[in-house]
């Protein structure tokens, strides 16, 4: 995957953090823009 022109956030989306907790995730996703790029999970988010 080309990463040059998405963000990427090295975070686990699906750690108990995140899950007992999503909204300050949920906002800092739509700062980084419309596509994010998590790589411990693989995963690229349309936000």
């Known amino acids: 995957m080309d990463n040059s ?3 990427t956030w ?3 989306f699906y750690s108990d953090a ?3 907790d999503p909204f300050p995730v949920y906002e ?3 700062g980084l823009g419309p596509f994010v790029y998590l790589p411990q ?3 690229v988010l349309d936000i």
Do not use: A, G
């Open 18 to 20: 995140v899950i007992k």
């Open 28 to 30: 800092r996703l739509r």
């Open 5 to 7: 022109s998405t963000p």
């Open 41 to 43: 999970n693989e995963l």
């Open 10 to 12: 090295d975070i686990d």
